[in-house]
Each structure stands twice: as structure tokens, then as C-alpha cells.
């Protein structure tokens, strides 16, 4: 069984910087993505990467992460710098072995959230 595990969260100011990571045993991954969820709100795509390095972005991220991967480690990265309140929330990896979510990420962005396998999220807090 695939597992996705998140690591590099915790609690830092505003304006600061954290990078996420998440470790798989597969290396086989068509797409990869990371998400968050608020407090009282809803699970949200921050980013996203296909496997011939094509990403996607949030717009409120856009320019502060970098979502990356490293085949060779099997893992996923997301840096994330100047980060705000906004950005606290729990953060899920999530990856997809299917070759036909190149199509729908393609079409959707980081609002394709089917993706078949899914970490159990780590929690980012930003204090002001």
C-alpha cells in the first residue's frame, strides 16, 4: 500500500519561510500536488506537478512557493517563503499513479483534487 508521508511543518512568524516535504515509495507518479485546508474552510490546491515538470500554482502563492521534486528521493518539495496568516491550515501531499490525470491537471489546475493517493497532512501555523 502507497503510503505519502508530509513532513517540515510547525509554527513560524509572519514573513517567514518553511519547506514541506513528502516521501512516497512509488516513482511512478503522474502528477503530484500539495493542498491545504483552513480552519472552517474548505480544502484548497496551493500547487501542483507533472511529471515532465509542468506546474501549477495558486494565485495567492504565486511567487512566495515553489513546488519541486526529487525522483532519485521519491519526494515532493514545496518551499514556501513570506508566509502570512493566511497560509496557516493543514497541509496534505497527495500523488496520482494514473496516467490520465496529465489531462486533468492539465485542465484544471490545482483544482483537480481526485488525486488516488493522499497524505495525512501536516499543520503549518503563521503567527502575525
Known amino acids: 500500500q502507497e503510503q505519502l508521508v508530509e513532513s517540515g511543518g510547525g509554527s513560524v512568524q509572519a514573513g517567514g519561510s518553511l519547506r514541506l516535504s513528502c516521501e512516497g515509495s512509488e516513482d511512478t507518479y503522474y502528477c503530484m500536488g500539495w493542498f491545504r485546508q483552513a480552519p472552517g474552510k474548505e480544502r484548497e490546491g496551493v500547487a501542483a506537478?507533472?511529471?515532465?515538470?509542468?506546474?501549477a500554482y495558486r494565485d495567492s502563492v504565486k511567487g512566495r512557493f515553489t513546488i519541486s521534486q526529487d525522483n532519485a528521493k521519491n519526494t515532493l518539495y514545496l518551499q514556501m517563503n513570506n508566509l502570512t496568516s493566511e497560509d496557516t491550515g493543514m497541509y496534505y501531499c497527495?500523488?496520482?499513479?494514473?496516467?490520465?490525470?496529465?489531462?486533468?491537471?492539465?485542465?484544471w489546475g490545482i483544482g483537480y483534487y481526485a488525486m488516488d493517493h493522499w497524505g495525512k497532512g501536516i499543520l503549518v501555523t503563521i503567527s502575525s
Open positions: 506537478i507533472l511529471s515532465d515538470g509542468t506546474t
Open positions: 497527495a500523488g496520482d499513479l494514473r496516467q490520465g490525470c496529465l489531462a486533468l491537471v492539465g485542465k
